[in-house]
């Protein structure tokens, strides 16, 4: 683990990747699913990860979280000083994954119970979530009640709940159809807004992608890097990698190359 650097460039960057590359399996059967990629996700970014099914997003994305280690590279969160936690970096999956026998606003409530937050003040938190992301309605239902875009929209509000500094989306769309995933889109949007968090969404859809700010074209696990858009014309698609952060070391690093 490195010490916290003096590089001010790094203050407001969340989440930093340093060559940070994923194989699965050994020898013959070896798949590496993200090549090195160096990027950062700053505070405020509104990023899509766009690329084909197998092109390494959702990994990418596992790594930025913190959900699995480098097999090489570094992951950082500067802004953090510390690894990140499901409190700093929520994420929605591409299912849902409510738990079908709480309600939904026990679902919601369930990430803050578990990380020592008082039942009472879980729900409160719960429930505020749910009436931002317009199912305050359904809090006492049970998943199963639900539609795929109500699922998807209590899975948001499950790490709205969590107030986390960055909203990882993985293909939050990719299960419903286009006018509902629009508005689960919006959701993100809003929510990001609301938290002054940064949003990563990963996805196939360019529908979708030009949602965002950027985008961070992947092709066979690697970042594509693009020739940023004319200011005038919309948003950056180029990931940044910014040379001058590698004058210091991130504040906190996992997963570095044995
Ligand atoms: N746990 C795992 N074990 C073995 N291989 C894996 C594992 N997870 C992903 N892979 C492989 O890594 C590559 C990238 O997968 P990943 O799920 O990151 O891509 P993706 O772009 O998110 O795809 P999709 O859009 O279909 O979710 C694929 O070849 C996949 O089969």
């Not at 390494?56 to 913190?66: D, E, P, Q, R, Y």
């Not at 020739?227 to 070391?249: D, Q």
């Amino acid at each position: 683990m490195n010490a916290p650097g003096p590089d001010t460039t790094l203050v407001d960057t969340l989440i930093d990747c340093r060559e940070a590359a994923r194989t699965y399996g050994r020898g013959e059967n070896a798949v590496v699913a993200v090549h090195g990629a160096t990027c950062q996700v700053r505070s405020g970014d509104r990023i899509a990860i766009m690329g084909p099914s197998g092109s390494g997003k959702s990994t990418l994305l596992h790594l930025m979280a913190g959900l699995e280690r480098p097999t090489s590279g570094k992951i950082g969160w500067p802004a953090l000083g510390r690894p990140a936690t499901a409190r700093d970096i929520g994420v929605v999956f591409q299912s849902p994954s409510l738990i079908p026998a709480l309600d939904v606003v026990e679902n919601a409530a369930l990430p803050l119970v578990l990380s020592g937050t008082s039942e009472s003040e879980a729900r409160r938190r719960a429930l505020s979530a749910l009436d931002a992301v317009g199912v305050a309605d359904l809090a006492d239902k049970l998943p199963e009640e639900l539609s795929g875009g109500q699922a998807q929209r209590v899975a948001v509000a499950r790490v709205l709940a969590l107030r986390p500094r960055v909203v990882l989306a993985d293909e939050p769309t990719g299960a419903l159809d286009r006018a509902t995933g629009r508005h689960v889109v919006d959701v993100l949007l809003d929510t990001a807004a609301e938290l002054g968090a940064a949003l990563v969404v990963t996805t196939h859809d360019s529908t979708v992608g030009e949602r965002l700010t950027e985008r961070w074209p992947m092709h066979e696990g690697r970042l594509v890097a693009t020739a940023p858009a004319p200011a005038a014309s919309g948003p950056r698609t180029a990931p940044r990698a910014r040379p001058n952060a590698t004058r210091g070391e991130t504040s906190e690093t996992r997963g570095e190359t044995s």
